[in-house]
DNA sequence: TAAAAAATACCCAAAAGTAGGTATTCCATT
DNA sequence: AATGGAATACCTACTTTTGGGTATTTTTTA
């Protein structure tokens, strides 16, 4: 017999997505949807509010607050709330911020429902649970980065995101010195930086790496 | 009484999407899911395999052939299917070259079940449907291109298409052309055509739309 | 088959970005 | 008080991209 359900709260900015992954949940007969949450405030509020919660399943790229942010907080305050990322993406570095940020699992979302039940399953007996890519892309990092010598921070500052995002917005390097009042030198600097920091070779890799990591959304026509 | 259910087929390469959107369908009494497909091709084989059929739910971005190819093969052939596009993005080339395919309805995945249902029923009755955020974009595009004067085609040719996939990777003209076996001079000219087609200013431009588009794929760390 | 579209290739010049530095100031954390 | 990171700014030099053309060949389509 089931002792209790497990109570999920779900947070994705995509509706059509949240009603579909709200019916899976709901079919099974020991979990319970207790709230749904379309951006990363909105989800820090309804933890607040809901006692017992087991489960958090979030989309990274959220408004307001993103996947990364609203884990760190989520678990500062509740580190007993178990936080599933649910993503599109598959980068290192969302990895690697993630796991630091204290994740419990992380799947892709074209991994299909019966993954999706197994990851809260092992979640909910205190076991992570991470995707086969995944996996694979951790494993892959963890070979090439010697752990050891290279830190390889990719934490770009304020600064350098908001230089990235006009960069993403086709502002060349004098346009980008204009709208932050500082000299195109400096800006040359910040691109500089950031392409070391990204390990990327040029602008193009720069803005794949900003729609990527959602530092810009895709929508904007 | 229902004479018949509406026979619907679903596509989307994200597998727990698939499965959100068919619960929410298969809820309703009167639809009913009678296949699943991955990619493109499948889509076209399975509608010529599916007699009766009356809706084909697309995503845009899928492996292999696009929604936009699919849409146009399934219209040229059997045109009494009704095809509903669900997206993540409203870009205006994507609406524009929808409509020019012949789609019957388009919506973006932010909206909820229940405007996919009423889709659905719009389309069943011989109706287009297009989502609220999608016809602003429609009102928009129609009022600044005073619709006779540029023509404007966002058509990439394949070549062209090519050189966008190797831009997003981050290759610079010279490596181009090495890769493509052509000219670097050839390449510019791509560059340049690619850059006034697609009505952006420089590379950043290029890789934004590759990225939103589905032309790259957001994968490949 | 004629016309249009696409792919190819080149020219010149200007603008922008990349790569290697150095250096100062401000701010936060030790 | 000191170390270090972040932001600022400048220098030289080289590479790449962009914008303005023109022009030939191949492929597609009307």
Same mark, same amino acid.
Do not use: C, W
């Given at each position: 017999?089931?002792?209790?359900? %497990?109570?999920?709260?779900?947070?994705?900015?995509?509706?059509? %997505?949240?009603?579909?992954?709200?019916?899976?949940?709901?079919?099974?007969?020991?979990?319970?949807?207790?709230?749904?949450?379309?951006?990363?405030?909105?989800?820090?509020?309804?933890?607040?509010?809901?006692?017992?919660?087991?489960?958090?399943?979030?989309?990274?790229?959220?408004?307001?607050?993103?996947?990364?942010?609203?884990?760190?907080?989520? +678990?500062?305050?509740?580190?007993?709330?178990?936080?599933?990322?649910?993503?599109?993406?598959?980068?290192?570095?969302?990895?690697?911020?993630?796991?630091?940020?204290?994740?419990?699992?992380? %799947?892709?979302? !074209?991994?299909?429902?019966?993954?999706?039940?197994?990851? &809260?399953?092992?979640?909910?007996?205190?076991?992570?649970?991470?995707?086969?890519? &995944?996996?694979?892309?951790?494993?892959?990092?963890?070979?090439?980065?010697?752990?050891?010598?290279?830190?390889?921070?990719?934490?770009?500052?304020?600064?350098?995101?908001?230089?990235?995002?006009? %960069?993403? !917005?086709?502002?060349? *390097?004098?346009? $980008?010195?204009?709208?932050?009042? $500082?000299?195109?030198? *400096?800006?040359?600097?910040?691109?500089?930086?950031?392409?070391?920091?990204?390990?990327? +070779? !040029?602008?193009?890799?720069?803005?794949?790496?900003?729609?990527?990591?959602? &530092? &810009?959304?895709?929508?904007?026509?």
């Amino acid at each position: 017999m089931e002792a209790k359900s %497990i109570k999920v709260l779900l947070a994705d900015d995509h509706e059509m %997505i949240l009603d579909g992954l709200k019916l899976i949940l709901e079919q099974q007969d020991d979990i319970e949807v207790v709230g749904e949450a379309y951006d990363g405030e909105e989800v820090l509020s309804m933890v607040r509010r809901l006692p017992e919660l087991d489960i958090v399943i979030l989309d990274i790229n959220m408004p307001k607050k993103d996947g990364i942010e609203v884990t760190k907080e989520i +678990k500062s305050t509740y580190p007993e709330v178990k936080v599933l990322i649910l993503s599109m993406y598959n980068r290192k570095e969302f990895v690697k911020n993630l796991v630091e940020a204290g994740t419990d699992g992380y %799947i892709l979302k !074209n991994a299909g429902k019966s993954e999706l039940l197994r990851a &809260i399953q092992a979640l909910v007996q205190g076991e992570p649970y991470y995707g086969p890519e &995944i996996t694979k892309t951790m494993m892959k990092t963890y070979q090439k980065s010697k752990v050891f010598d290279n830190p390889m921070d990719v934490n770009l500052s304020e600064r350098e995101k908001e230089v990235v995002r006009l %960069i993403a !917005n086709e502002a060349s *390097t004098a346009e $980008i010195a204009d709208k932050l009042f $500082i000299s195109p030198h *400096t800006v040359d600097s910040h691109r500089k930086n950031i392409l070391s920091k990204l390990d990327v +070779k !040029n602008t193009a890799g720069v803005v794949k790496y900003a729609l990527q990591t959602g &530092i &810009i959304k895709g929508f904007d026509l």
